[in-house]
């Protein structure tokens, strides 16, 4: 389609801003991190004002976009014009095995960019929240609470979602809604190269720890989906790089804005932000305070502010429904929210994440484990599923294993590098010496120290950790090349790129290769890749309310494993207007305040979807909704239609 190509407006906004900012800094990097930063903020701002007077639609998206590009071409072009680049020999040539090893690292990009576009969101969150709560943003002109029965749609941060939701109403679609995650690894390897290099690293570490972060398996398998642990990951490692920046070369206004818009974005991408950025604030504040004293606070004041500008308008939103700013409603924060804090259950939450990283596809290997982690469970007097520090309740404690899964994925031999990454700081003379590298190693190992001490273990924990082995990268390209035997340190980076080529090709829901493929299966199939047993009852229910000509289109959801964007995506036909769907009930009764209010109030549909779990399912062959009575005309399960009678 031709709106595809519009798709690529954003992305030019990127592109000449890197041009801009690579005149002035000089280091590509940098200059990369600088147009990202801009562009993210760009995204958040633009989004919030045109949401107050609900102008979140094609042309104004269009317009911002491409009055944007104009105007940094203009830019750039006088800059170019009065400030030529100066072409410098570049002594530091890098060697023909980094060359290689940098086009291994391409590849991996290259392959993952392809399925991120090929293939359709499909992973459960995005059917359940990412997704839906774009095209009700979409519908809505804005970006305010609505009714909904999947009440993350509202209260998580949105940044992520901002984003994809510029690309889908240029583009008129989702063909790139999973590059925001591919961006973010992108971006995420080539901003831990630059911190390799601030704390010391040479060409050699900065390369291994580019490609230590690029072959993580939990990251290849994200990279191409709309999870947001990937985005959350590049602001944090942004602002890691922006802070680092600035304790060498001293306070200066540019990068005290990019220190705080990098700490905003990732605040308003996922609420972990918090958690992977509190070490790194506490260092930076006290590295800070040491050197400038007073002339601390204006910098400490500015990046305050430019975290709560970027917030402000979530922040209100979730307040103004909610009555609190940060958080997930009471009935979610038993999900996630450790309800005891004791030393022995921060031990066993300690070790019970380590392990997540040591299974194997060797169950003798595996039971060995399970049974040290039995064992020191039973000294610590505690249960390995202590349900007051783990997610579902009642599950019976057992180890992860290699997975090809996105959700719930390891990193074991990246885990093992990790460990043999902190013998080597403390082995080696040099790095034992560095205050940046020991500071930095301290403020690493602290954010899963705090994930450990504030969040419940879940079977999906991993997708958590890959801040942490991101963060970690540089410590890895810093200690295996400055190993005394550079064959060694060759082997195992080379590895590690041959080692992700099953994570890239077997994705569970988007696979490469195989009989059934992304090249192979229908985009409205894909969509169903993790859930097949319903991909007939969607079609059909959805078939059915097009053949009665309804466009009103209510949707009454008592599950929390409803599938709704697939909905959206079928109800959709070339050249004809969109229907209005609308959630006509609500789990949550704060949640169901907005059906009372404009234009939810004023909403009569002409056919109800209802899905509700089998257990809980009581709803008879009629409802009556807003004094009109619905008769059941279609049920296959899980989803049934209701017809005004």
């Known amino acids: 389609m031709i709106t595809d190509i519009f798709g690529f407006i954003p992305l030019v906004f990127i592109g000449i801003l890197f041009l801009i900012f690579k005149q002035i800094d000089k280091c590509w990097r940098t200059a990369i991190l600088s147009a990202a930063i801009v562009w993210g903020t760009v995204i958040a701002l633009c989004t919030e004002i045109f949401s ?47 060359l290689w090893l940098l086009g291994g690292v391409s590849s991996i990009f290259a392959a993952i960019g392809l399925i991120a576009v090929i293939s359709p969101p499909n992973n459960w969150d995005s059917m359940t929240y990412h997704m839906s709560r774009v095209v009700h943003w979409m519908q809505n002109r804005s970006v305010e609470h609505y009714p909904t029965s999947y009440v993350p749609q509202l209260y998580h941060p ?29 971006g995420s390897a080539i901003a831990v190269s630059l911190i390799a290099q601030q704390l010391g690293a040479n060409q050699r570490g900065q390369v291994f720890a580019a490609i230590f972060a690029a072959t993580l398996p939990m990251g290849i398998l994200q990279a191409s989906s709309t999870q947001n642990d990937y985005a959350v990951c590049f602001w944090v490692v942004c602002f890691v790089s922006c802070g680092l920046a600035g304790m060498s070369a001293g306070i200066t206004l540019s990068n005290t804005l990019r220190i705080g818009a990098s700490l905003g974005l990732a605040c308003l991408t996922k609420t972990t932000a918090y958690i992977f950025c509190l070490p790194f604030i506490v260092w930076f504040i006290v590295v800070g305070i040491k050197r400038y004293h007073q002339k601390m606070l204006p910098p400490i004041l500015i990046i305050a502010t430019v975290t709560m500008i970027l917030n402000i308008g979530h922040f209100w939103r979730n307040y103004d429904l909610f009555g609190y700013a940060i ?55 505690i249960l390995p599923n202590d349900p007051r520090i783990t997610w579902p ?126 090249f192979n299966t229908s985009r409205n199939e894909l969509y169903f890749t993790s859930r097949p047993n319903i991909e007939f009852a969607y079609h059909q229910a959805v078939d059915f309310v097009k053949s009665e000509n309804c466009t009103n289109i209510g949707l009454s959801f008592w599950t929390k494993n409803a599938w709704e964007y697939p909905l959206w995506v079928l109800f959709q036909e070339p050249g004809k207007p969109a229907p209005r769907i609308e959630h006509i009930s609500t789990i949550d009764p704060v949640v169901g305040q907005k059906l009372n209010s404009e234009p939810y109030n004023s909403f009569v549909p002409c056919a109800i979807i209802y899905q509700a779990t089998k257990n809980d399912d009581k709803q008879g062959k009629e409802m009556v909704v807003k004094n009109e009575t619905y008769v059941q005309k279609f049920s296959l399960e899980p989803l049934r239609v209701f017809m005004k009678k």
């Not at 094609?58 to 170019?80: N, P, S």
């Not at 510029?166 to 973010?184: C, E, K, P, V, Y």
């Not at 804090?341 to 060995?368: E, K």
């Open 327 to 381: 958080g997930a409603p009471q009935s979610f924060t038993k999900e996630y929210k450790i309800e005891i804090f004791t030393l022995p259950t921060f031990l066993s939450n300690i070790i019970r994440n380590l392990a997540m990283h040591t299974g194997t596809s060797i169950s003798r290997i595996n039971g060995l484990i399970v049974a040290v982690i039995k064992l020191l469970h039973k000294i610590l007097g």
């Open 393 to 518: 309740p009642g599950q019976v404690y057992a180890l992860s294993t290699p997975s090809f899964n996105e959700n719930n994925a390891t990193n074991p031999i990246h885990f093992g590098l990790i460990l043999a990454s902190v013998i080597l700081i403390f082995n080696q003379p040099k790095l034992k010496k560095l205050k940046i590298v020991i500071v930095y190693f301290t403020a690493t190992i602290s954010t899963f120290l705090l994930l450990c001490l504030l969040l419940k273990l879940q079977p999906w924990h991993s997708r958590h950790h890959m801040t942490t082995f991101v963060l970690f990268a540089p410590l890895f390209g810093l200690t295996f090349s400055q190993l005394s035997n550079y064959k060694i340190a060759n082997y195992i980076v080379s590895i590690l790129i041959f080692m992700s080529l099953p994570w890239i090709s077997h994705n569970k829901f988007r696979p490469l290769i195989g009989e059934v493929n992304i």
């Open 52 to 98: 107050l007077f609900k102008l979140v639609a094609f042309e104004w998206v269009f317009g911002l976009w491409l009055v944007a590009d104009i105007l940094l071409l203009i830019i750039y072009l006088q800059l170019h014009n009065v400030k030529p680049e100066l072409h410098i020999k570049n002594n530091n040539q890098l060697s023909r095995f980094l």
């Open 158 to 186: 949105p940044w992520a979602e901002f984003a994809i939701m510029h690309f889908q109403i240029i583009s008129g679609g989702d063909r790139f809604a999973n590059l925001i995650q591919w961006l973010s690894m992108v």
